[in-house]
T-cell receptor, first 113, second 111 residues
Framework: DTGVSQNPRHKITKRGQNVTFRCDPISEHNRLYWYRQTLGQGPEFLTYFQNEAQLEKSRLLSDRFSAERPKGSFSTLEIQRTEQGDSAMYLC???????????FGPGTRLTVT | RKEVEQDPGPFNVPEGATVAFNCTYSNSASQSFFWYRQDCRKEPKLLMSVYSSGNEDGRFTAQLNRASQYISLLIRDSKLSDSATYLCVVTMNSGNTPLVFGKGTRLSVIA
């Protein structure tokens, strides 16, 4: 399967714990995006990388959130001191150079208890 | 005002029916437009891009009206497998900025 992959697919954690998600984009896609989706809403943008550079961050990305893409390939999204409001589906998407469309991974569903 | 607005539905239609979804966007600088399809508890998948001249892909037709800031999707001869949430999506610049999603319109095609 050469699509975007995300791990883990599901994560249940207790409030206050840290969690880290991984995204592997489609190979040679230089742009990578993180989105968050809650029930009944469309995905909302969190942050964006072009190669290894983080070019944009949403105001939704509080100080507890950090994302990296150290070698311009896979990316990680870490949430520190999770809160119940962080419960959502975290989606990663990638896009090739000069293209507008984004291709999404299956998401990581986070439940904070 | 939300950047992208859609009627959430649900639209419940019989098989074979024609159904149309509408979407409006608030930022006149928007340059790229898409419809994505999302099945329950799955990721969004690109259905089709939307061009100013209108475009068709089989039973699906998308139209864009820049003057009215309005996008539509028409599905003809609905199939049970068309049941999903349809997300209207815009971007502000050409390929370098995030997608802005509407909340989606839920479609149920009934036998």
């Amino acid at each position: 399967d050469t699509g975007v992959s995300q791990n883990p697919r599901h994560k249940i954690t207790k409030r206050g714990q840290n969690v880290t998600f991984r995204c592997d984009p489609i190979s040679e896609h230089n742009r990578l995006y993180w989105y968050r989706q809650t029930l009944g809403q469309g995905p909302e943008f969190l942050t964006y990388f072009q190669n290894e550079a983080q070019l944009e961050k949403s105001r939704l990305l509080s100080d507890r959130f950090s994302a990296e893409r150290p070698k311009g390939s896979f990316s990680t999204l870490e949430i520190q001191r999770t809160e119940q409001g962080d419960s959502a589906m975290y989606l990663c998407a990638s896009s090739p150079r000069q293209a507008f469309e984004q291709y999404f991974g299956p998401g990581t569903r986070l439940t904070v208890t | 005002r939300k950047e992208v607005e859609q009627d959430p539905g649900p639209f419940n239609v019989p098989e074979g029916a024609t159904v149309a979804f509408n979407c409006t966007y608030s930022n006149s600088a928007s340059q790229s437009f898409f419809w994505y399809r999302q099945d329950c508890r799955k990721e969004p998948k690109l259905l089709m891009s939307v061009y100013s001249s209108g475009n068709e892909d089989g039973r699906f037709t998308a139209q864009l009206n820049r003057a009215s800031q309005y996008i539509s999707l028409l599905i003809r001869d609905s199939k049970l497998s068309d049941s999903a949430t349809y997300l209207c999506v815009v971007t502000m610049n050409s390929g370098n900025t995030p997608l802005v999603f509407g909340k989606g319109t839920r479609l149920s095609v009934i036998a």
